[in-house]
């Protein structure tokens, strides 16, 4: 059994707590938070709940530690102060930070033997090993990602911000006409506009100005005003009804030629339509805990992304078993 | 540059010739045959053509030999016999007798040092990392493979071993129908019938009895008896300008479900469309190639499979670029 202990019990915490009950070689030895261990309730029945202080003396009782803070400030402090105890993985997914985290994690791994995974999950993740794998195989040709439809958490954020606003869902959906313009393997260039809308459910305060919330959302830089937004004001009850879950999906798509004289195209296409993200990000994860825990029993130290990880490691089952039933 | 030789010259050996052309990391320094060397003509400007033979004597020359025979006879004596000189790549792609080739390649080339991927291509090859990496993610959940709408060379063969046909090109297709009900995440249980349907172009010859003709395509045991089949006859030369092409595809898609109640339903779909079914092959046998090469130079030896293989291997840039660009 791999003994795998879980830190942040946010809505990630808990996809990889459902994830972990789904891999009977994995048990869950426990949750562990910065809030008073008392408030928290975790799903599994007898799984104990400890402050993060617990975790110095800890190092015996866990194979490998997820981390499931934000990227923001969480995981750049928690992953390298981690990795010099434990085994981890962390779903980091700051793009333009992953240079210094990855050093900042290798040194930290490497220098106490231990392995980790920074960067965990569908984007990054999944897409991007499509991404590597696609261009690797067609490196004359032209990479498309495609996000949604689903629930842009930051893009919601950033409309409950604004004054008046009680609560927001923010959807993020990709626009078909381009994903079929791709699919056509003609390498069409868009616009952000072109690719992506996004779509609102708003929750107003009693009497808020709505002309000025709409208008308000629909210019935001950055989040909003380089798209199409379409903004709907609903009620909490409507909210709760209808839009409590965090589906998510996307499209990675690359289009490429071959050929003596780049007479054929060919079109690879990976898709995902998920219920829950951050079930799926942990279901993810907790597939890479198998992997870290393994390369880690092999000697194999420092920090890995998805990048540097034989498939094969993924899998509970045997190398024969996969060549016979997979291949 | 890695120096790479293609071992026969069919449909694939000329797909992995202007794959090579694509990575400039690597050059083509020799096109081996059982034919007579003058007789076979490569596009590529300058590369010698040789008699198998010559391999005994060029193990300082390549790096990396790519095997382009058929699975039925040739690779299961040839990639093991030259997994003794050389780092070897082949597409075997016989399912069922995979163990037992892979036991083979890998006594050979761990005894001579030498690194060897076997069965590498799309199916098996990237089909199979699809299905394994979605295994892995969602281990509650139901796999599904869908071939075409494509050209199966075994089917057209087939067929053309009737009496009376001249030529015959078969298509696979998928039914559309079961693709969206799998995509619904209702995991479905279908029937060979309900999964695909093939269609025959035929060329017969003068004075056949097309009835007959068509009534044995359709009746033929494993082929085609559990399938509905179309047969068209056309001329020679409907087939010259209609049915020249080698177009491919496919699917592979896993749905499953997390949630302590099973209650999130997920959908992981990898699409391929390919206007060259022996050009893509070829495309990925190349990048497998690179991953050989960087493998044997690390002292990895021995029989690889996809899953054996980190997916920077096969990449061209380093894992800083990756990690930047790709991540």
Same mark, same amino acid.
């Given at each position: !059994?791999?003994?795998?202990?879980?830190?942040?019990?946010?809505?990630?915490?808990?996809?990889?707590?459902?994830?972990?009950?789904?891999?009977?070689?994995?048990?869950?030895?426990?949750?562990?938070?910065?809030?008073?261990?008392?408030?928290?309730?975790?799903?599994?029945?007898?799984?104990?709940?400890?402050?993060?202080? $617990?975790?110095?003396? !800890? =190092?015996?009782? /866990?194979?490998?530690?997820?981390?499931?803070?934000?990227? +923001?400030?969480?995981?750049?402090? @928690?992953? *390298?102060?981690? $990795?010099? !105890?434990?085994?981890?993985?962390? &779903?980091?997914?700051?793009? =333009?930070?992953?240079?210094?985290?990855? $050093?900042?994690?290798?040194?930290?791994?490497?220098?106490?033997?231990?392995?980790?995974? /920074?960067?965990?999950?569908?984007?990054?993740?999944?897409? &991007?090993?499509?991404?590597?794998?696609?261009?690797?195989?067609?490196?004359?040709?032209?990479?498309?990602?495609?996000?949604?439809?689903?629930? &842009?958490?930051?893009?919601?954020?950033?409309?409950?911000?604004?004054?008046?606003?009680?609560?927001?869902?923010?959807?993020?959906?990709?626009?078909?006409? +381009?994903?079929? $313009?791709?699919?056509?393997?003609?390498?069409?260039?868009? %616009? %952000?506009?072109?690719?992506?809308?996004?779509?609102?459910?708003?929750?107003?305060?009693?009497? =808020?100005?709505?002309?000025?919330?709409?208008?308000?959302?629909?210019?935001?830089?950055?989040?909003?005003?380089?798209?199409?937004?379409?903004?709907?004001?609903?009620?909490?009850?409507?909210? @709760?009804?209808?839009?409590?879950?965090?589906?998510?999906?996307?499209?990675?798509?690359?289009?490429?030629?071959?050929?003596?004289?780049?007479?054929?195209?060919?079109?690879?296409?990976?898709?995902?339509?998920?219920?829950?993200? *951050?079930?799926? %990000?942990?279901?993810?994860?907790? +597939?890479?805990?198998?992997?870290?825990?393994?390369?880690?029993?092999?000697?194999?130290?420092?920090?890995?992304?998805?990048?540097?990880?034989?498939?094969?490691?993924?899998?509970?089952?045997?190398?024969?078993?996969?060549?016979?039933?997979?291949?």
């Amino acid at each position: !059994m791999i003994r795998v202990g879980i830190f942040g019990y946010g809505n990630l915490g808990k996809g990889v707590e459902c994830a972990i009950a789904k891999n009977s070689d994995m048990e869950l030895v426990g949750v562990f938070t910065r809030r008073d261990p008392s408030s928290v309730q975790v799903h599994t029945a007898g799984v104990p709940v400890y402050h993060e202080d $617990a975790l110095k003396d !800890m =190092a015996n009782d /866990i194979d490998v530690l997820v981390l499931c803070g934000g990227s +923001a400030t969480d995981l750049p402090e @928690q992953t *390298p102060k981690y $990795a010099v !105890m434990y085994n981890v993985v962390d &779903s980091f997914d700051t793009h =333009a930070r992953i240079p210094e985290h990855f $050093a900042n994690v290798d040194e930290a791994a490497k220098k106490a033997g231990k392995t980790c995974v /920074i960067s965990c999950g569908w984007d990054p993740g999944m897409f &991007s090993l499509n991404r590597l794998y696609a261009n690797c195989i067609l490196p004359d040709g032209k990479d498309y990602t495609f996000w949604g439809k689903g629930v &842009s958490q930051g893009h919601s954020d950033a409309v409950r911000r604004i004054d008046g606003v009680k609560d927001c869902r923010q959807y993020t959906i990709p626009v078909d006409a +381009a994903m079929q $313009a791709v699919r056509e393997g003609k390498q069409p260039e868009f %616009t %952000t506009r072109e690719k992506h809308t996004r779509e609102c459910f708003v929750v107003a305060e009693e009497g =808020a100005d709505l002309a000025r919330i709409e208008s308000e959302i629909k210019n935001m830089p950055n989040y909003f005003a380089d798209y199409d937004t379409t903004v709907h004001f609903i009620t909490e009850e409507e909210m @709760q009804r209808d839009h409590s879950g965090l589906p998510h999906g996307g499209s990675v798509i690359r289009t490429g030629v071959t050929g003596f004289h780049d007479e054929n195209t060919h079109v690879v296409e990976y898709n995902i339509k998920l219920d829950s993200n *951050p079930e799926f %990000t942990g279901s993810v994860i907790v +597939a890479y805990v198998r992997a870290v825990y393994r390369m880690n029993q092999e000697g194999q130290n420092g920090c890995k992304t998805v990048f540097d990880i034989a498939p094969a490691y993924l899998s509970p089952l045997s190398g024969e078993e996969i060549r016979a039933h997979l291949l």
